[in-house]
């Protein structure tokens, strides 16, 4: 079957508003260095994701690497985080020459276990960076209570959860900063992007420097930074898509909740479930195959791409043990994060995903 079904598939504006949006860059010739698009589109984010303070960036990985930096956390500090996450944030610690500690997860849905966060505290303890895993929120009262207790810094790595609220409130305000990612396989994409939320000007100033070079002036170069500023092809692309973006939330709401109803009476299929406090952006469709289910998570993942239908292991295996960090740090029990890897598949999930496809994974997962 040539019908290739992939993970997900990237919103697009229509092609004819995007090239009209996109001429004014030929009269202007400003592609980048933060120009007029580049600061309109962080407005606008900023007044969506109402954040106090947001800086655009280059992508999602340079947004948590910046967003670390500017703290100027001493070199070979320990820094608590979760190993079921995508491998960026686990680099983004170590390229800042910080020491990951791994937390296990919780099963319900796979975002840190804030139970387990302070027994891990040590005195070279200095930050905690917690994941909202497929957009699921963390326990941000109690990570901020442990937080403020300890002295300690909070960087969400919100890269799956743009446009979540938790309490009516949006997800970025929450610890000291949180980042979020726009890559083309994100519900809102800017083709490459991201940015760093954060509650003080400061903060904003440092970042600006930060993807600039360090630059201050043009002989002035105050501290070593990167070039993680995003382009005005790629900040027009997020301002043609955020003016869909509720749309096409509602859009996923639809699917997720066909791919709920379709599922839930299969044995050993198993979901996480939404919190009533959180206000989701139905990010990705991750379930659970469970020990008495028929098939393997392994086994349905190629069963799935025998029949042209990619499906992905999201997040398998842990970064603790990828070949570049394994046996390299804290040997701390995760059994629940290795169990919630071992069994974790997401399904093929976007906004304009037909319904004789998701009929299609049903019927495989049901024949299995």
């Given at each position: 079957?040539?019908?290739?079904?992939?993970?997900?598939?990237?919103?697009?504006?229509?092609?004819?508003?995007?090239?009209?949006?996109?001429?004014?860059?030929?009269?202007?010739?400003?592609?980048?260095?933060?120009?007029?698009?580049?600061?309109?589109?962080?407005?606008?984010?900023?007044?969506y994701l109402d954040v106090p303070e947001l800086s655009l960036m280059v992508n999602g990985h340079?947004?948590?690497?910046?967003?670390?930096?500017?703290?100027?956390?001493?070199?070979?500090?320990?820094?608590?985080?979760?190993?079921?996450?995508?491998?960026?944030?686990?680099?983004?610690?170590?390229?800042?020459?910080?020491?990951?500690?791994?937390?296990?997860?919780?099963?319900?849905?796979?975002?840190?276990?804030?139970?387990?966060?302070?027994?891990?505290?040590?005195?070279?303890?200095?930050?905690?960076?917690?994941?909202?895993?497929?957009?699921?929120?963390?326990?941000?009262?109690?990570?901020?209570?442990?937080?403020?207790?300890?002295?300690?810094?909070?960087?969400?790595?919100?890269?799956?959860?743009?446009?979540?609220?938790?309490?009516?409130?949006?997800?970025?305000?929450?610890?000291?900063?949180?980042?979020?990612?726009?890559?083309?396989?994100?519900?809102?994409?800017?083709?490459?992007?991201?940015?760093?939320?954060?509650?003080?000007?400061?903060?904003?100033?440092?970042?600006?420097?930060?993807?600039?070079?360090?630059?201050?002036?043009?002989?002035?170069?105050?501290?070593?930074?990167?070039?993680?500023?995003?382009?005005?092809?790629?900040?027009?692309?997020?301002?043609?898509?955020?003016?869909?973006?509720?749309?096409?939330?509602?859009?996923?709401?639809?699917?997720?909740?066909?791919?709920?109803?379709?599922?839930?009476?299969?044995?050993?299929?198993?979901?996480?479930?939404?919190?009533?406090?959180?206000?989701?952006?139905?990010?990705?469709?991750?379930?659970?195959?469970?020990?008495?289910?028929?098939?393997?998570?392994?086994?349905?993942?190629?069963?799935?791409?025998?029949?042209?239908?990619?499906?992905?292991?999201?997040?398998?295996?842990?970064?603790?043990?990828?070949?570049?960090?394994?046996?390299?740090?804290?040997?701390?029990?995760?059994?629940?994060?290795?169990?919630?890897?071992?069994?974790?598949?997401?399904?093929?999930?976007?906004?304009?995903?037909?319904?004789?496809?998701?009929?299609?994974?049903?019927?495989?997962?049901?024949?299995?």
């Open positions: 079957m040539d019908d290739k079904i992939l993970v997900t598939r990237s919103s697009m504006p229509p092609y004819e508003e995007y090239i009209e949006a996109i001429k004014p860059l030929w009269d202007s010739h400003w592609l980048t260095n933060m120009g007029k698009y580049h600061r309109e589109l962080e407005e606008k984010l900023r007044e340079m947004a948590l690497e910046l967003a670390i930096q500017a703290f100027g956390f001493p070199e070979g500090s320990e820094v608590i985080t979760t190993p079921f996450t995508f491998i960026s944030t686990t680099h983004a610690i170590v390229r800042n020459r910080l020491q990951p500690v791994f937390c296990d997860v919780k099963e319900s849905d796979g975002t840190i276990d804030e139970t387990k966060i302070e027994d891990l505290i040590t005195e070279n303890t200095v930050a905690i960076i917690p994941v909202h895993v497929y957009g699921n929120a963390c326990n941000v009262e109690v990570i901020q209570k442990i937080a403020d207790q300890y002295n300690l810094k909070v960087i969400y790595d919100a890269a799956h959860a743009f446009g979540v609220k938790y309490k009516g409130k949006g997800i970025g305000n929450y610890g000291d900063a949180s980042i979020f990612s726009f890559h083309a396989t994100k519900v809102y994409n800017t083709i490459e992007g991201g940015a760093v939320a954060v509650n003080e000007h400061k903060y904003y100033e440092k970042l600006y420097n930060l993807k600039n070079f360090g630059i201050q002036g043009e002989e002035s170069v105050t501290e070593v930074g990167a070039n993680a500023k995003m382009n005005e092809l790629c900040a027009i692309m997020g301002l043609c898509n955020l003016r869909y973006i509720n749309d096409t939330l509602e859009e996923r709401r639809k699917r997720y909740d066909f791919y709920i109803k379709s599922l839930k009476d299969i044995r050993g299929i198993k979901t996480f479930v939404k919190s009533k406090e959180i206000s989701s952006n139905y990010a990705y469709f991750p379930v659970l195959i469970e020990d008495d289910c028929w098939i393997t998570r392994d086994q349905l993942y190629d069963k799935l791409k025998e029949n042209n239908i990619y499906a992905r292991k999201y997040f398998f295996p842990l970064t603790s043990d990828q070949i570049c960090f394994k046996d390299k740090y804290k040997k701390i029990c995760l059994k629940k994060a290795r169990r919630l890897s071992s069994q974790i598949i997401c399904l093929p999930f976007f906004d304009t995903m037909e319904e004789e496809q998701m009929t299609r994974i049903i019927n495989i997962i049901k024949q299995s």
